[in-house]
């Protein structure tokens, strides 16, 4: 299995106050991944990184900010939780295979803002 | 834009019978790559099989095919001899292009229930 780790594993928070997630990597992969998700839409991509320092915006960005310092740690942060946040968050690591370039996903965190 | 569309919210099928699990993409770009991932309760996201667009063959992994049909743009997911343990949601996803961001757009996913 692919070493990921995601902290905390459940959080719940109130309206309003800041959260910041953890994705941590033990497998030197260059591209991270920042998923939610939600009944009905799957998983949908929120941010990506394809190295450090550098990271991009995905399909819902909107409220959300990342940081990669490390090539092991990308942090996923709500600078403000709203209760449209509460989902399940998933960080995944790209497979290096080329052409193929498979994701593997982190165990999630489940975020419930109150 | 690209789309992932899985029109089977839930499935039933019989221990030891195959099961077929659709998935329909849209896309403009003649290269890309497709995946299915498993899910089971637990919550974990498990890969299970690619294909990429100018694969000839249709993709196998053990108990897992994928029919590929590229004019219909479908990829199908087959699912031989199935198992209890085979009970979970299944999402088609795809990624456009050869480039190694990897990017992923997902459907909406399948839930299979596999009868003893």
């Known amino acids: 299995d692919a070493g990921i780790t995601q902290s905390p594993r459940h959080k719940v928070t109130e309206t309003g106050t800041p959260v910041t997630l953890r994705c941590h990597q033990t497998?030197?992969?260059?591209?991270m991944y920042w998923y939610r998700q939600d009944p009905g839409h799957g998983l949908r991509l929120i941010h990506y990184s394809y190295g450090v320092k550098d990271t991009d915006k995905g399909e819902v960005s909107d409220g959300y900010s990342v940081s990669r310092s490390k090539t092991e740690d990308f942090l996923l942060t709500l600078e403000s939780a709203t209760s449209s946040q509460t989902s399940v968050y998933f960080c995944a690591i790209s497979g290096e295979r080329e052409f193929v370039y498979e994701q593997f996903f982190g165990p999630g965190t489940r975020l419930t803002v109150l | 834009a690209q789309k992932i569309t899985q029109t089977q919210p839930g499935m039933f099928v019989q221990e030891k019978e195959a099961v077929t699990l659709d998935c329909t993409y849209d896309t403009s770009d003649q290269s890309y790559g497709l995946f299915w991932y498993k899910q089971p309760s637990s919550g974990e996201m498990i890969f299970l099989i690619y294909?990429?667009?100018?694969?000839?063959q249709n993709a196998t992994e053990g108990r897992y095919s994928l029919n590929f049909q590229k004019a219909r743009k479908s990829a199908n997911l087959v699912i031989s001899a199935s198992q209890l343990g085979d009970s979970a949601m299944y999402f088609c996803a795809m990624r456009e292009g050869t480039s190694n961001t990897g990017k992923l757009i997902f459907g909406q996913g399948t839930t299979l229930q596999v009868k003893p």
């Open positions: 497998e030197n992969h260059r591209y």
């Open positions: 294909q990429g667009s100018y694969d000839e």
